[in-house]
C-alpha cells in the first residue's frame, strides 16, 4: 500500500532529517520534493498546492532555524497536515437511533460494493450487530446470485425478490425489523460509467429508505478518476461517506489523499485485499503514519525527549544491536514507558511494533503485574529465562503473587519480543534518531 509514495517522500525527509540546522533553500528544496512526490501519486493538483502552501506557512512560522531537530520538525509538520488532509479524525459509520440502521453501497461497476456489504456485514457481527444482505442489483444477470452465495459462505442472514430495486429495498427493511435484524446493507447495482438511468434508481432507493449511510465505494486503483466519479455521485444523490477498496494495490495512494479535500465527505472503510475479512476502518492518523512510512515516529520522539533517561536509552540501543535484550533490560524499559504516559498508545506509535504487540494483555495494571514478576527473579534469571524450569516458575510465582500460569504468559511475550527485537537489530537503525528508546 502506498509504497511508491512512501519511498518518494522518505528520499526527500533523509535529505532534512538527519542534520542539526536547516536553511531556507534546504526546507525550499524539501516542499519541492514533496510536491513532486504527490503528484507522481496522482494526488488532485488543486489539493497538492493548497497542502505545501499549509505545510510552509507553519515551517516558516516555527523558526526551524532555532529548533533543536529541525528535519524531524519538517516531518512532524507534514505528518500533522497530512493527518487533517486525510480527514482529521476518524468518523464511524453512522447508526440510526430507531433500528435497523441502513446502510446504502453505490459506486461504479466492479469497484468492490458486493465484496465490501460482505466485509461489512462480517465486521459488524464481530462486534454483536445483527446485518441483513440485502441484493438491489436487479441489472447485472447473476449479481443477486453473487450476494446470496457470499451471503452464504459466511452464513449471513439475506434477502432478496423479484420487485423493482426501491421495493426489494423497502420490502428488505421491512423484513429486517420483522426479524429483529439491526443492520441492513443494501448492494446496489453499479455501471461502467455514470448514467441517468442508474442514478434516477439510487436518488428513488434513497428517497425511499432514507439510509443513515449512502457509503460511495471508489476502487482506489483509478486515482483521480474514482475523485471525479465520487463527485458526480456527491453531487446527484449526496453520499455521507466514501469506502476506498483495492487500497492493497494502490502503490501512489492518489484518491486516498484527494477525495476528502475535494468531496468534503470522510472516508469511512478501506478494502485491502479480497478476503472477506480485508477491512478496516479507516484512522487519518494512522493512515498517515503509514504513508509516512515510520509510525508516528515524531510524537514518540517527543514524548521521549520530555520522558526518557538517555544514557540509557542509548546503552539499550547498543544492546539491541547485539541482540542482548535482558528481562533487566525489559523492567527497566517498563519503567520508562510508565513514565511516558499509557502503554496503548505508545505501543502504536512505535514503528512496525504497535499492529504485532496489539492483543497482547499488556495493559498498566499488568505491568505492574510483570514488575512484581521480573523482581522476583534472581539476577541469573533476568539474564537468561531459559533456565527458569517449572519449580523456578512456582517460587517466582510465590514471591510476586502470581500464578505459574502468568509467569508462563510472561515468558512467552518475552520471548516474542526478544525475536521482535532481534528483528529490528538486523534493520538498519537510520530511519531511527540518536538514542532512540525502543
Ligand atoms: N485486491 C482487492 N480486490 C478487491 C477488493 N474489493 C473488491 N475486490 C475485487 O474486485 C472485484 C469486483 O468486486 P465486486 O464486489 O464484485 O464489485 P461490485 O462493485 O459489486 O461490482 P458490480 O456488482 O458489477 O457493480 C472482485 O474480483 C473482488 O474480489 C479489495 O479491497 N482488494
Ligand atoms: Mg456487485
Same mark, same amino acid.
Given at each position: ?118 466485509? $461489512? @456485514? %462480517? ?9 441483513? =444482505?440485502? *441484493?438491489? /442489483? &436487479?441489472?447485472?444477470? #447473476? ?6 452465495? $457470499? @451471503? %452464504? ?9 423479484? =420487485?423493482? *430495486?426501491? /421495493? &426489494?429495498?423497502?420490502? #428488505? ?6 426479524? $429483529? ?258
Amino acid at each position: 500500500m502506498f509504497e511508491q509514495l512512501t519511498e518518494r517522500l522518505e528520499l526527500v525527509f533523509k535529505k532534512i532529517t538527519g542534520r542539526g540546522l536547516l536553511n531556507e533553500k534546504d526546507v525550499k528544496e524539501a516542499m519541492k520534493g514533496i510536491r513532486i512526490a504527490l503528484l507522481e501519486a496522482d494526488v488532485n493538483y488543486r489539493v497538492v498546492r493548497q497542502f505545501i502552501a499549509d505545510v510552509e506557512k507553519r515551517a516558516v512560522g516555527q523558526d526551524l532555524t532555532k529548533s533543536v531537530s529541525p528535519g524531524q520538525q519538517v516531518v512532524k509538520i507534514f505528518n500533522d497536515e497530512l493527518v487533517s488532509l486525510l480527514g482529521d479524525k476518524h468518523c464511524p459509520l453512522v447508526e440510526s437511533p430507531q433500528p435497523p440502521t441502513v446502510v446504502m453501497m453505490v459506486g461504479l461497476h466492479g469497484s468492490g460494493k458486493t465484496t465490501l456489504s460482505g466485509k $461489512l @456485514a %462480517k465486521l459488524f457481527r464481530n462486534r454483536g450487530k445483527h446485518p441483513l =444482505l440485502v *441484493a438491489a /442489483d &436487479i441489472h447485472r444477470p #447473476a449479481a443477486k446470485k453473487q450476494l446470496e452465495i $457470499l @451471503a %452464504k459462505s459466511i452464513d449471513m442472514p439475506f434477502y432478496t425478490n423479484d =420487485l423493482n *430495486a426501491r /421495493d &426489494i429495498c423497502h420490502e #428488505a427493511i421491512k423484513h429486517a425489523k420483522e426479524k $429483529l435484524y439491526d443492520l441492513v446493507i443494501l448492494d446496489t447495482a453499479g455501471r461502467l460509467q455514470i448514467d441517468d438511468e442508474l442514478m434516477a434508481e439510487l436518488i428513488d432507493i434513497k428517497r425511499k429508505v432514507k439510509p443513515s449511510e449512502v457509503l460511495f465505494v471508489a476502487d482506489a486503483m483509478t486515482g483521480q478518476e474514482a475523485v471525479n466519479v465520487a463527485s458526480t455521485f456527491n453531487e446527484k444523490i449526496g453520499i455521507t461517506g466514501v469506502a476506498l477498496t483495492k487500497l492493497d494495490g494502490d502503490a501512489r495512494g492518489g484518491a486516498a489523499l484527494s477525495i476528502k479535500a475535494v468531496l468534503k465527505v470522510p472516508i469511512k472503510f478501506v478494502g485491502v485485499g479480497e478476503k472477506l475479512d480485508a477491512i478496516e476502518e479507516f484512522h487519518p492518523e494512522r493512515m498517515a503514519s503509514r504513508i509516512l512510512g515510520m509510525g508516528d515516529i515524531v510524537t514518540l520522539v517527543e514524548k521521549a525527549q520530555k520522558t526518557v533517561d538517555f544514557e540509557k536509552a542509548k546503552k539499550l540501543e547498543k544492546k539491541l544491536r547485539k541482540q542482548e535484550f535482558t528481562f533487566e533490560d525489559f523492567l527497566d524499559q517498563l519503567k520508562q514507558v510508565k513514565k511516558m504516559g499509557p502503554l496503548e498508545s505508545l505501543l502504536e506509535l512505535i514503528p512496525g511494533v504497535g499492529g504485532k504487540l496489539k492483543g497482547l494483555p499488556i495493559d498498566d495494571k499488568a505491568l505492574l503485574r510483570i514488575e512484581a514478576i521480573i523482581n522476583s527473579m534472581t539476577k541469573q534469571e533476568r539474564r537468561n529465562p531459559s533456565i527458569i524450569n517449572g519449580s523456578r516458575r512456582k517460587r517466582i510465582a510465590r514471591g510476586s503473587g502470581t500464578s505459574v500460569q502468568d509467569i508462563n504468559v510472561l515468558l512467552k511475550q518475552f520471548a516474542q519480543m526478544q525475536k521482535m527485537v532481534k528483528k529490528f537489530s538486523k534493520l538498519s537503525f537510520k530511519g531511527f534518531p540518536q538514542g532512540f528508546p525502543i
